[in-house]
């Protein structure tokens, strides 16, 4: 009984300092509270310049990242490297690890980082299609990778840094921090009767709806930063999303205006008109190696698993230190 009960106790030990073990940076990440099937989503955003860096908007089935769960994710990624040219757009799928993508990424004319962009996701029964400043980037029509998505998914932004330089490029904190700026986000439903999109919900971020949104305290695998709640919050009508170094979470500044969104009404005509067209190509899914996502790591390392990039089987430190009690207080009986 002896032995045991050290085997545990050291086993509890173990798995409590795995627990605890915060990382050097901190990121943010904020998910909706309600899921949805469908829709289409605008969002104005100013992304951060900075090489390994990533500021995203993404849709993700909760839940996915547990087990062999069929994983269901719709991706905009904007790699900070390469002055804030390049983005990703991505829809990451399967039960299998590492999961299936369809990565692409495309350039833009300047950098996303020096103003405020618009960036519209259209998810269907039919397709999923990207646009940016009312230009389609690229359109996926039928194939699998549409019609697998079946569930509803929260709605995500966060700002985080991987550790797969080949995909993100070269880090170096000398940068940090760097913010990932969000004016509003507009969500549309999808009527499958009409095929049409219809009235939703829009949010200006005046303040931040804690009945909309909640702040993520978790990480994954591959993933350089802890998500921290003090990184994300609104200021001046704008959401900011913090990249820092442990010691220097939050935002003191002042948010950069948004200039007025001419490309955004352009951005609403060009794709709401875009819901009965087919004319870009469709895409196939292709494998992806398991560095160059966060959707390749099934395991979280710190904090909540009530969804993102990474979830469940964390052990609560309390539970630990109770359960080892209770086998020190049995010992005592004997």
Same mark, same amino acid.
Request: with cysteine.
């Given at each position: 009984?002896? !032995?045991?009960?050290?085997?545990?106790?050291?086993?509890?030990?173990?798995?409590? *300092?795995?627990?605890?073990? *915060?990382?050097?940076?901190?990121?943010?990440?904020?998910?909706?509270?309600?899921?949805?099937?469908?829709? !289409?989503?605008?969002?104005?955003?100013?992304?951060?310049?900075?090489?390994?860096?990533?500021?995203?908007?993404?849709?993700?089935?909760?839940?996915?990242?547990?087990?062999?769960?069929? @994983?269901?994710?719709?991706?905009?990624?904007?790699? =900070?490297?390469?002055?804030?040219?390049?983005?990703?757009? $991505?829809?990451?799928?399967?039960?299998?690890?590492?999961?299936?993508?369809?990565?692409?990424?495309?350039?833009?004319?300047?950098?996303?980082?020096?103003?405020?962009?618009?960036?519209?996701?259209?998810?269907?029964?039919?397709?999923?299609?990207?646009?940016?400043?009312?230009?389609?980037?690229?359109?996926?029509?039928?194939?699998?990778?549409?019609?697998?998505?079946?569930?509803?998914?929260?709605? !995500?932004?966060?700002? @985080?840094?991987?550790?797969?330089?080949?995909?993100?490029?070269? @880090? $170096?904190?000398?940068?940090?921090?760097?913010?990932?700026?969000?004016?509003?986000?507009?969500?549309?439903?999808? $009527?499958?009767?009409?095929?049409?999109?219809?009235?939703? @919900?829009?949010?200006?971020?005046?303040?931040?709806?804690?009945?909309?949104?909640?702040?993520?305290?978790?990480?994954?695998? =591959? $993933?350089?930063?802890?998500?921290?709640?003090?990184?994300?919050?609104?200021?001046?009508?704008?959401?900011?999303?913090?990249?820092?170094?442990?010691?220097?979470?939050?935002? *003191?500044?002042?948010?950069? +205006?948004?200039?007025?969104?001419?490309?955004?009404?352009?951005?609403?005509?060009?794709?709401?008109?875009?819901?009965?067209?087919?004319?870009? +190509?469709?895409?196939?899914?292709?494998?992806?190696?398991?560095?160059?996502?966060?959707?390749?790591?099934?395991?979280?390392?710190?904090?909540?698993?009530?969804?993102?990039?990474?979830?469940?089987?964390?052990?609560?430190?309390?539970?630990?230190?109770?359960?080892?009690?209770?086998?020190?207080?049995?010992?005592?009986?004997?």
């Amino acid at each position: 009984m002896r !032995r045991i009960s050290i085997f545990l106790l050291a086993l509890c030990a173990s798995l409590a *300092a795995g627990v605890t073990t *915060a990382k050097s940076y901190k990121g943010a990440e904020i998910f909706s509270n309600q899921s949805y099937l469908y829709g !289409r989503y605008e969002m104005r955003m100013r992304v951060a310049n900075a090489s390994g860096v990533l500021s995203t908007f993404f849709t993700y089935k909760n839940g996915s990242e547990i087990g062999n769960t069929f @994983w269901e994710e719709i991706d905009i990624e904007v790699f =900070g490297k390469n002055n804030a040219t390049q983005w990703q757009s $991505n829809v990451i799928l399967g039960s299998s690890r590492p999961t299936l993508h369809t990565e692409q990424v495309h350039t833009a004319p300047q950098s996303l980082a020096d103003a405020y962009h618009t960036y519209v996701l259209e998810w269907t029964p039919d397709y999923v299609a990207w646009f940016v400043d009312g230009v389609e980037v690229r359109r996926i029509i039928g194939t699998s990778t549409v019609t697998s998505l079946t569930n509803a998914q929260s709605l !995500r932004f966060n700002i @985080w840094s991987s550790e797969s330089a080949e995909w993100v490029g070269a @880090w $170096n904190d000398s940068v940090l921090p760097v913010y990932q700026f969000v004016n509003y986000i507009d969500y549309k439903t999808y $009527n499958a009767t009409t095929k049409s999109f219809e009235a939703g @919900w829009r949010d200006d971020f005046d303040t931040f709806d804690t009945s909309r949104w909640s702040k993520a305290n978790w990480s994954f695998d =591959g $993933n350089r930063v802890d998500f921290a709640p003090e990184n994300a919050l609104v200021k001046n009508g704008i959401l900011v999303l913090a990249l820092t170094k442990e010691n220097a979470m939050g935002y *003191a500044g002042t948010p950069p +205006a948004d200039e007025p969104a001419s490309s955004s009404s352009a951005s609403s005509v060009a794709s709401s008109s875009s819901v009965a067209s087919s004319s870009a +190509a469709s895409s196939s899914m292709a494998s992806s190696a398991p560095a160059s996502s966060k959707a390749a790591s099934s395991t979280a390392t710190t904090g909540s698993n009530s969804g993102g990039g990474g979830g469940g089987g964390s052990i609560p430190l309390w539970g630990l230190l109770a359960l080892s009690g209770l086998l020190l207080a049995g010992r005592g009986r004997k």
